[in-house]
């Protein structure tokens, strides 16, 4: 095929995806615009316990956090929630507040000897 003919077919394409496109644009400007569904609200059965978290107890406790891959953490729990929960670990030059999440704690135990 001659160059003057493929550079011919090639702009004939072109033209012909140009006029799709132009007809597909008229159709999504012109279509009947559909109602949005309702965003679906989370709810909780009436009859759900919630579960306490294990941590709230140990607010302001030094406490021990065993990760599920068995790493140990030591410090001061800072918060806890159904996320995360932050330690303040006191090092001898700074103290740093570490969160770890919840889903790779194993346990949460106290640090402070029992009265």
Same mark, same amino acid.
């Given at each position: 095929? @001659?160059?003057?003919? =493929? =550079? ?7 033209? %012909?995806?140009? !006029? ?13 615009? !559909?109602? %949005?569904? /309702? @965003? %679906? &609200?989370?709810?909780? @059965? %009436? ?15 030094? *406490?021990? *956090? &065993? ?6 953490? /030591? ?12 330690? &303040?670990?006191? =090092? ?9 999440? &919840?889903?790779? *704690?194993?346990?949460?135990?106290? /640090?402070?000897?029992?009265?």
């Amino acid at each position: 095929m @001659p160059a003057p003919n =493929l =550079l011919l077919a090639l702009a004939f394409i072109a033209a %012909a995806d140009a !006029a799709d496109d132009e007809a597909r644009i008229e159709q999504l400007l012109h279509r009947p615009v !559909a109602a %949005a569904p /309702a @965003p %679906a &609200r989370a709810t909780r @059965p %009436a009859h759900a316990p919630t579960q306490p978290d294990p941590g709230a107890a140990l607010l302001g406790h030094k *406490v021990h *956090v &065993r990760t599920i891959d068995g790493g140990l953490y /030591a410090g001061t729990l800072r918060a806890s929630d159904a996320a995360s929960i932050t330690l &303040r670990i006191d =090092l001898p030059k700074q103290a740093l507040d570490y969160t770890l999440p &919840r889903g790779g *704690v194993a346990g949460i135990e106290s /640090a402070e000897p029992a009265p």
